[in-house]
């Protein structure tokens, strides 16, 4: 099982910046699928980001394209989420998850970062 620690969340004005963070713990780090999802209250998760093994691959969902970049360091087993432009519907509880295994699936979360922006 990989552990996950979400940290970098917080209340910020809309327009501003956040870097979301995650460690992850696991030995074969540099062969999972990372990636970062968010849910709003009253709202289902919904995926954000994702990064692949070596960083050379990233997807967005469309509404965080162009304000959202997604890395990853492996050698320090990090994953991180360069959130600017931030608006006020981009509040939620951020999420970090592996991916691993056949059929590639997120298997591990961690337990969540708040970010809140006001308007």
């Known amino acids: 099982q990989v552990q996950l620690v979400e940290s970098g969340g917080g209340l910020v004005q809309a327009g501003d910046s956040l870097r979301l963070s995650c460690g992850v713990s696991?030995?074969?780090?540099?062969?999972?699928?990372m990636g970062w999802f968010r849910q709003a209250p009253g709202k289902e998760r919904e995926f954000v980001a994702e990064i692949n093994w070596s960083g050379g691959s990233t997807y967005y969902v469309d509404s965080v394209k162009g304000r959202f970049t997604i890395s990853r360091d492996n050698a320090k087993k990090t994953v991180s989420l360069q959130m600017n432009s931030l608006k006020p519907e981009d509040t939620a509880t951020y999420y970090c998850?592996?991916?691993?295994?056949?059929?590639?699936?997120?298997?591990?979360w961690g337990q969540g970062t708040q970010v809140t922006v006001s308007s």
């Open positions: 998850a592996a991916a691993y295994g056949d059929p590639l699936t997120y298997r591990d």
């Open positions: 696991g030995r074969t780090f540099n062969t999972y699928v």
